[in-house]
């Protein structure tokens, strides 16, 4: 990605759910290199940010570009510039963390990665068992290491230290680190801005309750 390129830029984006308007005219932008972080407890209208911002959740204004990709005029290049990871992690049947992780090195691009990504989860022995039998914890562990593999120009994060533990974290901080360092964009979400401290990388935050 090249440093010029904005990861992402949303614009006059509106959400309404009935007659509950989540934001309306919301203006937003992930400078390369910088991290931002949505803050407020549930019900603010975090998730429904993101899930705008990757194209699970449709708009009712506005306009997304990821990457210099319009997200509606160009999904395919918008979406390949894009890394995501759910706050709630699902894993299809039948594949183990490894295989898992050599699917997503071949979407990625990165087929060589597979070994730098099974480190960077963390999961021992269990590499090669099933994912639908890992915790909480370790799906996100194994889907957060997915995300590392190939170049991204935005990483969108929803509560992804959420049921990971101390030790999964730190090694969670040093890939975001590592990415910022690259010239990625990154955007997450967190309850408050206490959650933040001990990052080790500077966070700007977004209040949705402003």
Known sequence: MQPSILPLRASGLCKRFGVTTLFAGLEL???????????GPNGTGKSTLL??????VIADAGTITIGGHDLQAAPIAAR?????????VEVPEGLTGRELLEFHAEVFGEPRGVDRAIV????GPAIDALATTYSV???KRLMFAALTLGPAALLVLDEPF????REGRGRMLAAIAAALERGA????????AEELAGLGVAARSVDLRR
């Open 80 to 88: 390949a510039a894009l890394r995501s990871l759910a706050q709630e």
């Open 120 to 123: 960077q989860a963390e999961l």
């Open 29 to 39: 932008r992930v400078e390369a290199g910088e991290l931002v972080a949505l803050i």
């Open 185 to 192: 964009g990154v955007l997450l979400s967190a309850h408050d």
């Open 51 to 56: 899930g705008c911002v990757t194209g699970a």
């Open 137 to 139: 914890g370790m799906r």
């Open 162 to 165: 959420a049921g990971v533990d």
